[in-house]
């Protein structure tokens, strides 16, 4: 168990419709990532808060919106769902704001699917 | 940008050695970890490399050449368990920790 929890663990949606994905960091820790992995595809970065402000944006679409709170708990939104949104998105942890010297902790990944 | 290769697969024998390989292009590099997920999992930490050389830890080792923009993860005394994709990813002067394709390991018996 890394201390990172993401619900819903599975979600099966329709086109065009919106979804709330949710990340709790481990305890302690201020920076949340978000990865999105498609079928047979790498991790590919969407994503960086650190302590409630954006840090670093990866390839992110304009469909999709994330947010950190002061709990440190983050959000990401994916509005708009298309086919091809259909993936396993993680969520990580860690407690540097950016230069790593030290390991990212990843919650189990929601799963979702768009029909 | 950044550009992160691996092979895609690699077969090894159970109790064998294997050595996948990651080159990769960057600008600002801050460190190369490899990353263990097997199917469906979440990924966990196998090691961090910042400096030269080679990190041992137990059957499992990583290499690191800056000047070559070259890594490596060495798995010793494989077991069935070690069947897994591992992925090679590199910090940046961005701060961005960006994950190359995978490597899907199959450890036959």
């Known amino acids: 168990d890394s201390g990172v929890t993401q619900t819903p663990k599975h979600l099966i949606t329709a086109t065009g419709q919106r979804v709330t994905l949710r990340c709790s960091p481990r305890?302690?820790?201020?920076?949340v990532y978000w990865y999105q992995q498609s079928l047979d595809q790498g991790l590919q970065f969407l994503i960086q808060?650190?302590?409630?402000?954006?840090?670093a944006k990866g390839n992110i679409l304009e469909r999709f919106s994330a947010q950190q709170f002061p709990d440190l708990h983050s959000e990401l939104n994916l509005s708009s769902l298309e086919l091809g949104d259909s993936a396993l998105y993680f969520c990580?942890?860690?407690?540097?704001?950016?230069?790593?010297?030290?390991?990212?902790?990843f919650g189990e990944g929601s799963r979702l699917t768009v029909l | 940008g950044q550009n992160i290769d691996q092979p895609t697969e690699m077969t090894a024998t159970e109790g064998a050695i294997v050595q996948i390989n990651c080159t990769y292009q960057?600008?600002?590099?801050?460190?190369l970890f490899w990353y263990q997920q097997h199917a469906g999992e979440a990924p966990t930490f196998l090691s961090y490399?910042?400096?030269?050389g080679l990190e041992e830890k137990g059957r499992f080792s990583s290499f690191l050449s800056r000047s070559k923009g070259y890594s490596y993860l060495l798995l010793k005394e494989l077991q069935m368990k070690d069947s897994a994709s591992y992925l090679c990813?590199?910090?940046?002067?961005?701060?961005?920790?960006?994950f190359g394709g995978g490597t899907r390991l199959m450890v036959k018996p």
């Open positions: 990580a942890s860690s407690d540097g704001q950016g230069v790593y010297t030290g390991e990212l902790f």
């Open positions: 305890s302690g820790d201020l920076s």
């Open positions: 808060y650190y302590n409630g402000e954006e840090r």
């Open positions: 960057t600008s600002g590099f801050n460190g």
């Open positions: 490399n910042v400096l030269d």
């Open positions: 990813a590199v910090t940046n002067a961005g701060n961005m920790l960006t």
